[in-house]
């Protein structure tokens, strides 16, 4: 037999094999969290996304205690940008009548040039820093799929089932998890230990992914999880 856990989920319990789960934190990045990074740029309100590294935190460390595979991914892009889509850089770059972003992708900001590997600003924060052993994935789009070798690595290790966090939900969390569900893996997205740069996308983007008896996957909570876990 195959040990499984099981803990409350929507739109109903959400069961995984332990041996076969991992959990995938996204982009916990100071560009998207730290004051002076991308996000700030971008207009995001760095509270709720700085409210999810405790809950993030608890998730990851019991995912080590219990002995699941962990995948952390960084958004960003080789120095000479060659691996940045024109469409990200422009629809990012202060339009016509729009002074919102004043800096683009590969600019010099306050943590570093802007989402480009290796600058201060790309790191994962230390509160969430990978230990050796676990898989980081550098990929140059919002979702953990598109031209990163993910897949491969999970496939390495027998996953099937993944539980995930990081951040934003909107954005990258949403695209990673319907990238994966497209695979063939089960998701179930954890509320706490996720956050959106507007709480209600947050929350739409939540209920998008478990409406109609599960369309992209599964959303639970990280308590009962943590319990099921323990
Ligand atoms: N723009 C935005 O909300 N997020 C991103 O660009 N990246 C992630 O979500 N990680």
């Known amino acids: 037999d195959v040990p499984t856990l099981t803990f409350i989920a ?45 809950p993030t935190k608890a998730l990851l460390e019991a995912c080590r205690a219990a002995g699941l595979s962990i995948f952390h991914t960084r958004e960003g892009h080789v120095r000479d940008l060659s ?5 990200k850089i422009i629809r990012q770059a202060a339009a016509p009548g ?23 600003g790309h790191n994962i924060v230390d509160e969430l820093r990978p230990l050796p052993g676990e898989v980081v994935i550098d990929k140059p789009g919002k979702g953990a799929f598109w031209n990163t070798r993910i897949m491969h690595k999970l496939k390495a290790r027998g996953i099937t089932h993944l539980l995930v966090s990081g951040v934003t939900t909107e954005c990258c969390f ?35 992914i478990h409406w109609s008896q599960g369309l ?11 319990d099921a876990l323990h």
């Open 174 to 208: 949403s695209t990673s998890i319907r990238e994966a569900n497209d695979r063939g893996f089960e998701c179930c997205g954890i509320v706490q230990a996720t956050a959106g740069y507007n709480s209600d996308f947050k929350a739409a983007s939540l209920d998008m």
């Open 83 to 87: 691996d940045c889509p024109s469409s």
């Open 98 to 120: 729009n002074s919102q972003h004043l800096k683009v992708i590969g600019d010099k900001g306050e943590l570093g040039r802007l989402l480009v590997r290796g600058e201060y």
């Open 10 to 54: 929507k739109p109903y319990p959400f069961t995984f094999p332990i041996r076969t789960t991992a959990l995938l934190v996204i982009d916990m990045q100071r560009d998207f969290i730290c004051q002076g990074g991308f996000g700030e740029i971008q207009g995001g309100n760095l509270e709720a996304v700085q409210a999810s590294i405790g």
């Open 216 to 226: 992209f996957g599964f959303v639970g909570e990280l308590q009962p999880l943590q």
